[in-house]
Protein backbone atom coordinates (compact mmCIF):
# COMPACT_ATOMS: atom_id res chain seq x y z
CA UNK A 1 0.00 0.00 0.00
CA UNK A 2 1.64 3.63 -1.08
CA UNK A 3 1.97 5.90 1.57
CA UNK A 4 -0.12 8.38 -0.02
CA UNK A 5 -2.94 5.79 0.48
CA UNK A 6 -2.71 5.29 3.65
CA UNK A 7 -2.74 9.24 4.82
CA UNK A 8 -5.70 9.47 2.96
CA UNK A 9 -7.11 6.71 5.20
CA UNK A 10 -5.92 8.27 8.76
CA UNK A 11 -7.75 10.77 11.37
CA UNK A 12 -6.36 13.86 9.26
CA UNK A 13 -8.52 12.62 6.50
CA UNK A 14 -11.50 11.79 8.35
CA UNK A 15 -11.51 14.92 10.35
CA UNK A 16 -11.69 16.69 6.56
CA UNK A 17 -14.84 14.48 5.65
CA UNK A 18 -16.43 15.36 8.75
CA UNK A 19 -15.85 19.47 8.17
CA UNK A 20 -17.27 18.77 4.78
CA UNK A 21 -20.36 16.71 5.82
CA UNK A 22 -21.18 19.71 8.21
CA UNK A 23 -20.80 22.61 6.12
CA UNK A 24 -22.69 20.81 3.03
CA UNK A 25 -25.73 20.54 6.42
CA UNK A 26 -25.44 23.68 7.54
CA UNK A 27 -25.35 25.23 3.73
CA UNK A 28 -28.78 23.10 3.09
CA UNK A 29 -30.59 24.50 6.20
CA UNK A 30 -30.01 27.98 5.16
CA UNK A 31 -32.92 30.02 3.65
CA UNK A 32 -32.18 30.99 -0.01
CA UNK A 33 -31.57 34.47 -0.53
CA UNK A 34 -34.12 36.06 -3.57
CA UNK A 35 -32.51 38.72 -5.73
CA UNK A 36 -34.41 42.19 -5.71
CA UNK A 37 -34.83 43.26 -8.89
CA UNK A 38 -33.21 46.77 -9.44
CA UNK A 39 -35.70 49.92 -8.49
CA UNK A 40 -36.79 51.40 -11.64
CA UNK A 41 -35.53 55.20 -12.24
CA UNK A 42 -37.62 57.79 -10.90
CA UNK A 43 -39.93 59.38 -13.85
CA UNK A 44 -39.75 62.28 -14.89
CA UNK A 45 -41.66 64.98 -13.92
CA UNK A 46 -43.53 66.39 -17.05
CA UNK A 47 -43.34 70.21 -17.23
CA UNK A 48 -46.73 72.11 -17.48
CA UNK A 49 -47.07 73.05 -21.13
CA UNK A 50 -47.14 76.51 -21.98
CA UNK A 51 -47.81 78.63 -24.48
CA UNK A 52 -45.25 80.99 -27.04
CA UNK A 53 -45.09 84.73 -25.87
CA UNK A 54 -47.61 86.85 -27.50
CA UNK A 55 -48.96 90.69 -27.51
CA UNK A 56 -50.42 92.76 -25.21
CA UNK A 57 -54.00 93.79 -26.46
CA UNK A 58 -57.53 93.39 -24.87
CA UNK A 59 -59.67 91.53 -26.83
CA UNK A 60 -63.40 91.32 -27.37
CA UNK A 61 -63.25 87.76 -25.88
CA UNK A 62 -66.52 85.50 -24.80
CA UNK A 63 -68.74 87.82 -23.15
CA UNK A 64 -67.87 91.48 -23.61
CA UNK A 65 -64.44 93.35 -23.48
CA UNK A 66 -62.74 95.49 -21.06
CA UNK A 67 -59.03 96.82 -20.91
CA UNK A 68 -56.31 94.27 -19.14
CA UNK A 69 -55.55 94.76 -15.56
CA UNK A 70 -51.90 95.52 -15.35
CA UNK A 71 -51.18 95.01 -12.02
CA UNK A 72 -52.74 91.63 -11.59
CA UNK A 73 -50.48 88.69 -9.78
CA UNK A 74 -48.85 86.35 -12.29
CA UNK A 75 -51.62 83.48 -12.17
CA UNK A 76 -50.71 79.61 -11.57
CA UNK A 77 -52.84 76.80 -12.27
CA UNK A 78 -54.57 75.03 -9.51
CA UNK A 79 -53.33 71.79 -8.45
CA UNK A 80 -56.30 69.39 -9.49
CA UNK A 81 -56.31 66.49 -11.93
CA UNK A 82 -57.59 66.40 -15.32
CA UNK A 83 -59.77 63.51 -16.10
CA UNK A 84 -58.84 61.97 -19.38
CA UNK A 85 -60.72 60.55 -21.40
CA UNK A 86 -63.14 62.91 -20.06
CA UNK A 87 -65.80 61.40 -17.34
CA UNK A 88 -69.01 62.97 -15.94
CA UNK A 89 -68.31 63.56 -12.24
CA UNK A 90 -69.10 67.06 -11.60
CA UNK A 91 -71.49 67.61 -9.41
CA UNK A 92 -75.22 67.61 -10.66
CA UNK A 93 -77.05 69.50 -8.95
CA UNK A 94 -78.37 73.44 -9.80
CA UNK A 95 -76.50 76.21 -9.31
CA UNK A 96 -76.56 78.30 -6.61
CA UNK A 97 -77.71 81.68 -6.56
CA UNK A 98 -74.76 84.09 -7.16
CA UNK A 99 -73.75 87.82 -6.76
CA UNK A 100 -74.38 89.61 -10.24
CA UNK A 101 -71.26 88.94 -13.19
CA UNK A 102 -68.77 91.99 -13.18
CA UNK A 103 -66.22 91.19 -15.94
CA UNK A 104 -63.88 93.54 -14.31
CA UNK A 105 -63.66 91.16 -11.44
CA UNK A 106 -61.87 88.25 -14.24
CA UNK A 107 -58.53 90.31 -14.96
CA UNK A 108 -57.73 88.81 -18.49
CA UNK A 109 -54.97 89.23 -20.88
CA UNK A 110 -52.65 90.00 -18.48
CA UNK A 111 -48.61 90.12 -19.15
CA UNK A 112 -47.58 87.53 -16.94
CA UNK A 113 -44.35 87.05 -17.56
CA UNK A 114 -43.09 90.86 -18.05
CA UNK A 115 -42.44 90.35 -22.08
CA UNK A 116 -45.08 92.72 -23.31
CA UNK A 117 -46.50 89.81 -24.88
CA UNK A 118 -50.49 89.70 -22.79
CA UNK A 119 -52.02 86.43 -22.61
CA UNK A 120 -54.12 87.33 -26.05
CA UNK A 121 -51.17 87.40 -27.78
CA UNK A 122 -49.23 84.50 -26.33
CA UNK A 123 -52.66 82.33 -27.95
CA UNK A 124 -52.36 84.23 -31.34
CA UNK A 125 -48.45 82.81 -31.53
CA UNK A 126 -49.07 79.62 -30.49
CA UNK A 127 -51.99 78.76 -32.71
CA UNK A 128 -51.29 80.34 -35.72
CA UNK A 129 -50.02 77.51 -38.12
CA UNK A 130 -47.23 80.17 -39.45
CA UNK A 131 -44.92 82.15 -38.26
CA UNK A 132 -46.44 85.30 -36.96
CA UNK A 133 -45.42 88.96 -38.21
CA UNK A 134 -45.06 91.47 -35.78
CA UNK A 135 -46.64 95.02 -35.99
CA UNK A 136 -43.70 96.59 -33.71
CA UNK A 137 -39.86 96.18 -33.11
CA UNK A 138 -40.65 94.35 -29.54
CA UNK A 139 -42.76 92.02 -30.84
CA UNK A 140 -45.38 92.83 -28.56
CA UNK A 141 -48.42 92.94 -31.42
CA UNK A 142 -49.26 90.38 -33.87
CA UNK A 143 -49.86 91.80 -37.29
CA UNK A 144 -50.37 88.90 -39.36
CA UNK A 145 -50.48 85.14 -39.32
CA UNK A 146 -52.66 81.90 -40.30
CA UNK A 147 -55.71 80.95 -38.08
CA UNK A 148 -57.87 77.75 -38.65
CA UNK A 149 -61.36 78.82 -36.73
CA UNK A 150 -62.03 75.79 -34.59
CA UNK A 151 -66.25 76.83 -34.51
CA UNK A 152 -66.38 77.35 -38.35
CA UNK A 153 -63.12 75.93 -39.77
CA UNK A 154 -62.76 79.22 -41.78
CA UNK A 155 -58.81 80.73 -42.07
CA UNK A 156 -58.27 84.23 -40.99
CA UNK A 157 -54.97 85.86 -41.53
CA UNK A 158 -55.85 89.45 -39.75
CA UNK A 159 -55.84 88.91 -36.11
CA UNK A 160 -58.37 92.11 -36.18
CA UNK A 161 -61.22 89.39 -36.93
CA UNK A 162 -60.57 87.20 -34.01
CA UNK A 163 -61.37 87.03 -30.13
CA UNK A 164 -59.54 84.70 -27.91
CA UNK A 165 -62.34 82.67 -26.38
CA UNK A 166 -62.89 80.98 -22.85
CA UNK A 167 -63.94 77.41 -24.02
CA UNK A 168 -66.14 77.59 -20.94
CA UNK A 169 -67.10 81.19 -20.47
CA UNK A 170 -66.39 83.49 -17.67
CA UNK A 171 -69.98 84.23 -17.62
CA UNK A 172 -70.97 80.94 -17.03
CA UNK A 173 -67.97 80.09 -14.65
CA UNK A 174 -68.88 82.79 -12.49
CA UNK A 175 -72.49 81.09 -12.17
CA UNK A 176 -71.53 77.27 -12.27
CA UNK A 177 -68.95 77.91 -8.76
CA UNK A 178 -66.51 80.74 -9.92
CA UNK A 179 -68.37 83.49 -8.01
CA UNK A 180 -67.09 82.29 -5.03
CA UNK A 181 -63.09 82.20 -6.05
CA UNK A 182 -60.59 85.00 -4.64
CA UNK A 183 -59.29 87.37 -6.96
CA UNK A 184 -55.80 85.24 -7.62
CA UNK A 185 -58.00 82.19 -8.64
CA UNK A 186 -60.16 83.84 -11.22
CA UNK A 187 -57.19 85.18 -12.57
CA UNK A 188 -55.11 82.01 -13.08
CA UNK A 189 -58.33 80.98 -14.86
CA UNK A 190 -58.93 84.06 -17.54
CA UNK A 191 -55.16 83.73 -18.29
CA UNK A 192 -54.89 79.73 -18.08
CA UNK A 193 -52.32 79.19 -20.88
CA UNK A 194 -51.45 75.04 -19.78
CA UNK A 195 -54.46 73.78 -21.59
CA UNK A 196 -54.37 74.22 -25.01
CA UNK A 197 -58.44 74.09 -25.04
CA UNK A 198 -58.73 76.75 -22.15
CA UNK A 199 -58.59 79.90 -24.79
CA UNK A 200 -58.78 79.34 -28.53
CA UNK A 201 -58.89 82.05 -31.35
CA UNK A 202 -61.68 81.97 -33.06
CA UNK A 203 -63.79 83.98 -35.02
CA UNK A 204 -65.54 87.13 -33.31
CA UNK A 205 -68.72 86.51 -35.09
CA UNK A 206 -68.58 83.07 -33.99
CA UNK A 207 -67.90 84.11 -30.54
CA UNK A 208 -70.48 86.82 -30.05
CA UNK A 209 -73.11 83.96 -31.29
CA UNK A 210 -71.88 81.72 -28.51
CA UNK A 211 -72.05 84.17 -25.87
CA UNK A 212 -71.64 82.63 -22.40
CA UNK A 213 -73.89 79.47 -23.20
CA UNK A 214 -72.85 76.69 -22.27
CA UNK A 215 -71.92 73.31 -24.55
CA UNK A 216 -75.95 72.17 -23.76
CA UNK A 217 -77.06 74.96 -25.65
CA UNK A 218 -74.96 75.83 -28.47
CA UNK A 219 -72.11 73.68 -30.36
CA UNK A 220 -69.63 75.03 -33.12
CA UNK A 221 -71.04 75.30 -36.22
CA UNK A 222 -68.56 72.92 -37.45
CA UNK A 223 -69.36 69.62 -37.22
CA UNK A 224 -65.50 67.98 -37.45
CA UNK A 225 -65.19 69.83 -33.76
CA UNK A 226 -68.73 69.28 -32.06
CA UNK A 227 -66.95 66.32 -30.30
CA UNK A 228 -63.63 67.70 -29.29
CA UNK A 229 -65.67 71.00 -28.10
CA UNK A 230 -68.06 69.00 -25.68
CA UNK A 231 -65.08 66.65 -24.27
CA UNK A 232 -63.05 69.85 -23.44
CA UNK A 233 -65.66 71.87 -21.68
CA UNK A 234 -66.52 68.21 -19.39
CA UNK A 235 -62.76 68.31 -18.61
CA UNK A 236 -62.06 72.19 -18.07
CA UNK A 237 -65.28 71.73 -15.79
CA UNK A 238 -64.10 68.74 -13.96
CA UNK A 239 -60.69 70.58 -13.73
CA UNK A 240 -61.71 73.65 -12.37
CA UNK A 241 -64.42 72.04 -10.07
CA UNK A 242 -67.44 73.74 -11.70
CA UNK A 243 -70.82 72.27 -10.98
CA UNK A 244 -73.28 71.03 -14.29
CA UNK A 245 -76.85 71.20 -13.37
CA UNK A 246 -79.19 68.67 -14.34
CA UNK A 247 -79.92 69.41 -18.49
CA UNK A 248 -76.24 69.87 -19.08
CA UNK A 249 -75.64 65.74 -17.48
CA UNK A 250 -78.58 64.80 -19.53
CA UNK A 251 -76.91 66.40 -22.69
CA UNK A 252 -73.40 65.19 -21.94
CA UNK A 253 -73.77 61.66 -21.71
CA UNK A 254 -76.05 61.94 -24.90
CA UNK A 255 -73.24 63.74 -26.95
CA UNK A 256 -70.74 61.24 -25.49
CA UNK A 257 -72.88 58.28 -26.14
CA UNK A 258 -73.36 60.08 -30.09
CA UNK A 259 -69.30 60.86 -30.49
CA UNK A 260 -68.72 57.33 -29.61
CA UNK A 261 -70.84 55.85 -32.26
CA UNK A 262 -69.26 58.18 -34.42
CA UNK A 263 -72.24 60.83 -35.07
CA UNK A 264 -72.55 64.35 -34.62
CA UNK A 265 -74.20 66.00 -31.80
CA UNK A 266 -76.85 68.14 -32.90
CA UNK A 267 -78.39 71.11 -31.20
CA UNK A 268 -82.52 72.62 -32.34
CA UNK A 269 -81.59 75.70 -34.33
CA UNK A 270 -84.92 78.21 -34.73
CA UNK A 271 -85.49 79.71 -37.98
CA UNK A 272 -82.40 81.89 -38.12
CA UNK A 273 -80.29 79.24 -38.03
CA UNK A 274 -78.78 80.17 -34.75
CA UNK A 275 -78.85 78.05 -31.71
CA UNK A 276 -81.50 78.77 -28.93
CA UNK A 277 -80.83 81.36 -26.11
CA UNK A 278 -81.15 78.89 -23.66
CA UNK A 279 -82.29 75.32 -22.57
CA UNK A 280 -85.56 76.68 -21.63
CA UNK A 281 -86.37 76.85 -25.91
CA UNK A 282 -89.69 75.84 -26.65
CA UNK A 283 -89.35 72.12 -28.26
CA UNK A 284 -90.06 71.71 -31.90
CA UNK A 285 -93.79 70.93 -32.24
CA UNK A 286 -95.05 67.49 -33.22
CA UNK A 287 -94.21 66.16 -36.49
CA UNK A 288 -91.70 68.44 -36.83
CA UNK A 289 -88.17 68.25 -38.32
CA UNK A 290 -85.50 69.92 -36.81
CA UNK A 291 -82.58 68.07 -38.24
CA UNK A 292 -82.27 65.93 -41.88
CA UNK A 293 -80.01 64.01 -42.18
CA UNK A 294 -78.75 64.28 -45.88
CA UNK A 295 -76.26 61.78 -44.72
CA UNK A 296 -76.97 58.91 -42.10
CA UNK A 297 -79.50 58.22 -40.39
CA UNK A 298 -81.53 60.34 -37.86
CA UNK A 299 -81.15 59.56 -34.06
CA UNK A 300 -82.58 61.22 -31.06
CA UNK A 301 -81.82 65.02 -31.74
CA UNK A 302 -79.19 64.04 -34.00
CA UNK A 303 -77.14 62.24 -37.15
CA UNK A 304 -75.57 59.30 -37.07
CA UNK A 305 -73.99 57.24 -39.58
CA UNK A 306 -75.62 54.90 -41.43
CA UNK A 307 -73.97 51.68 -39.77
CA UNK A 308 -74.04 53.01 -36.17
CA UNK A 309 -76.67 52.34 -33.55
CA UNK A 310 -79.00 54.78 -32.01
CA UNK A 311 -78.75 54.66 -28.38
CA UNK A 312 -80.93 58.40 -28.09
CA UNK A 313 -84.68 58.56 -27.75
CA UNK A 314 -86.73 59.27 -30.49
CA UNK A 315 -86.16 62.92 -31.17
CA UNK A 316 -87.06 65.82 -34.09
CA UNK A 317 -84.38 64.58 -36.62
CA UNK A 318 -85.48 63.00 -39.32
CA UNK A 319 -84.25 61.11 -42.47
CA UNK A 320 -84.23 62.87 -45.81
CA UNK A 321 -87.34 62.53 -47.74
CA UNK A 322 -86.83 61.12 -51.33
CA UNK A 323 -87.61 63.43 -54.24
Same mark, same amino acid.
Given at each position: ?????????????????????????????????????????????????? &??? =???? +????? /???? !??? @???? *??????????????????????????????????????????????????????????????????????????????????????????????????????????????? &??? =???? +????? /???? !??? @???? *????????????????????????????????????????????????????????????????????????????????????????????????????????????????????
Amino acid at each position: MSPCRVAASGPRAQARRAWLWLLLVLASCRAPVESRPPRPPAEPVAAAPS &RAA =APSR +ADHAD /DGGR !APD @AESP *RPSPPDIAIADPPSITTPSRSPTASPPYDRGQWPHWIDADGDCQDTRTEVLIAESEIAVEFSDARRCHVARGRWRCPYTDRVVTDPVELDVDHLVPLAYVHAHGGAGWDRA &RRT =AYAN +ALEDP /DHLQ !AVL @ARAN *RAKGSRSFAQWLPEEPGTRCAYVEAWLRISERWGLVLDADEQRAAQADLAVCRDRGVPERVRDVGGRSPASADAPAPAPGSCCRVCTRGKPCGDACIAADRTCHAAPGCACARTPQ
